[in-house]
């Protein structure tokens, strides 16, 4: 079964730094690109980044750029998503999703990983 | 950025009525490999969003065929025939032309009468 695992929610203080991950498995992932999707409580969706496995070569959307840092390990098919410095603001859910190969859409995601960033 | 317009915003469906969802973008979707880059996703209360639709009409493996879409360049439409409670929850609507600017709708919530 192709899959993306992500990793556990999150609570964390304003000013400390943070990294989830996304698992993929079922599939080759060096063929792939994973993406973030951030969706803040009660909102639509926003697209933050994407990053290929295969060269780890990455793109962020200009609302992102310099306000996370996307990373990911070829080796066991993992991808990250990682703040050096959290904001209230940075409280949503994140997704992780694979774009497809042929098609383009986002066709499998992860669960999601809840951030919450409270004093 | 490419502006997707969602309407409406919401509605309440009937089981067994069909439901249409517009999207309209601020720009073509129309690439120069001849693709149309538009894409429909339904998010499930507490879920994650699913694909339905890619490049405008063709159905994800698994969507029932009483999902359709159709449309060109910058508007986009997409219909349930006959609306069944398992439909509920929000549609996005999300352009794909350049890899490192995917935008998304504001999503349409369907709700069961």
């Known amino acids: 079964e192709v899959q993306l695992v992500q990793s556990g929610a999150e609570v964390k203080k304003p000013g400390e730094s943070l990294k989830i991950s996304c698992k993929g498995s079922?599939?080759?992932?060096?063929?792939?690109?994973i993406g973030w999707v951030r969706q803040m409580p009660g909102k639509g969706l926003e697209w933050m980044g994407v990053?290929?496995?295969?060269?780890?070569?990455?793109r962020y959307s200009p609302s992102f750029q310099g306000q996370v840092t996307i990373s990911a390990d070829k080796s066991i098919g993992t991808a990250y998503l990682q703040w050096s410095s959290l904001k209230a603001s940075d409280t949503a859910m994140y997704y992780c999703?694979?774009?497809?190969?042929?098609?383009?859409?986002?066709?499998?995601w992860g669960q999601g990983t809840t951030v919450t960033v409270s004093s | 950025d490419i502006v997707m317009t969602q309407t409406p915003l919401s509605l309440s469906v009937t089981p067994g009525q069909p439901a249409s969802i517009s999207c309209k973008s601020s720009?073509?979707?129309?690439?120069?490999?001849?693709?149309?880059?538009l894409y429909w996703y339904l998010q499930k209360p507490g879920q994650s969003p699913q694909l339905l639709i890619y490049?405008?009409?063709s159905r994800f493996s698994g969507v029932p065929d009483r999902f359709s879409g159709s449309g060109s360049g910058t508007d986009f439409t997409l219909k349930i025939s006959r609306v069944e409670a398992e439909d509920v929850g929000v549609y996005f609507c999300?352009?794909?032309?350049?890899?490192?600017?995917?935008?998304f709708g504001q999503g349409t919530k369907l709700e069961i009468k």
């Open positions: 990053i290929y496995l295969g060269d780890s070569d990455i």
């Open positions: 079922g599939y080759t992932f060096s063929d792939y690109w």
């Open positions: 720009h073509s979707l129309l690439h120069s490999d001849g693709k149309t880059y």
């Open positions: 490049e405008i009409s």
């Open positions: 999703a694979r774009r497809g190969r042929y098609h383009y859409g986002l066709d499998v």
């Open positions: 999300m352009q794909g032309i350049n890899i490192r600017t995917y935008t």
